[in-house]
């Protein structure tokens, strides 16, 4: 089980942190990644790191501003935000799965377990 928290109203220019914990695993074990969906529109996948030597991915959208990374014990992930923009607005998800690769897990399809999603709103 994934549950995320961190989420909020915020006023553009904020910073913002979520998180995801996970009970009865441990997230090393696994692929993860953040994903958001706003209204009408398809989820998307904004931040990722690989089970195998951790590589990191982060959409084009959020490059530079956002950072995905993991505890040590790997029962934590977490999405730090900063600079938001009011297109940032969206439901936000953690997800994690199983197949053991080295690069990022790209589609949402890949994922096997999914958080049941904390808000973000960024006022302008």
Do not use: H
């Not at 915020?10 to 009970?23: E, I, N, P």
Request: aromatic letters at 12%; glycine letters at 12%; charged letters at 20%.
């Amino acid at each position: 089980q994934l549950v995320e928290s961190g989420g909020g109203l915020v006023q553009t220019g904020d910073s913002l942190r979520l998180s995801c914990a996970a009970s009865g695993r441990t997230l090393s074990d696994y692929g993860v990644g953040w994903f958001r969906q706003a209204p009408g529109k398809e989820r998307e996948l904004i931040a990722a790191i690989a089970w195998i030597g951790g590589r990191k991915y982060y959409a084009d959208s959020v490059k530079g501003r956002f950072t995905i990374s993991r505890d040590n014990a790997k029962t934590t992930m977490y999405l730090q935000m900063n600079s938001l923009k009011p297109e940032d607005t969206a439901m936000y998800y953690c997800a994690a799965g199983s197949k053991y690769t080295l690069v990022p897990l790209p589609k949402a399809e890949d994922y096997d377990y999914w958080g049941q999603g904390t808000q973000v709103t960024v006022s302008s």
